[in-house]
Nanobody, 122 residues
Framework: QVHVVESGGGLVQAGGSLRLSCAAS????????MGWYRQAPGKQRELVATITSGGSTNYADSVKGRFTISRDNAKNTVVLQMNSLKPEDTAGYYCYVNARIRSAIYYDAQYWGQGTQVTVSS
């Protein structure tokens, strides 16, 4: 199994910055894509940013130019640096991990963290 633990988040004023970190641990062959999704009350969970093991990134249009995702493959960690935060960024932020598991066969599985709250006041 893969354990996903997030840290960071909190309350910040509009225009401020926050840094979210996520670490994956457990029994897996490798980590493929890591990323962050968010969910605001009454809304569906949406992609914020993802990064592959090769370093290719993908961002939601709403965060491009403000958020930066990075990862450390050796430590199986991913960081989301959030700058110029807006009230509409307020949501629960969830770390996502796609891992390759080695059992009788190899297969890919998805795992989620418990979530961390980000609140941006106006």
């Amino acid at each position: 199994q893969v354990h996903v633990v997030e840290s960071g988040g909190g309350l910040v004023q509009a225009g401020g910055s926050l840094r979210l970190s996520c670490a994956a641990s457990g029994s897996f062959f490798s980590i493929n894509t890591m990323g962050w999704y968010r969910q605001a009350p009454g809304k569906q969970r949406e992609l914020v940013a993802t990064i592959t093991s090769g370093g290719s990134t993908n961002y939601a249009d709403s965060v491009k130019g403000r958020f930066t995702i990075s990862r450390d493959n050796a430590k199986n960690t991913v960081v989301l640096q959030m700058n110029s935060l807006k009230p509409e960024d307020t949501a629960g932020y969830y770390c996502y991990v796609n891992a390759r598991i080695r059992s009788a066969i190899y297969y890919d599985a998805q795992y989620w963290g418990q979530g961390t709250q980000v609140t941006v006041s106006s």
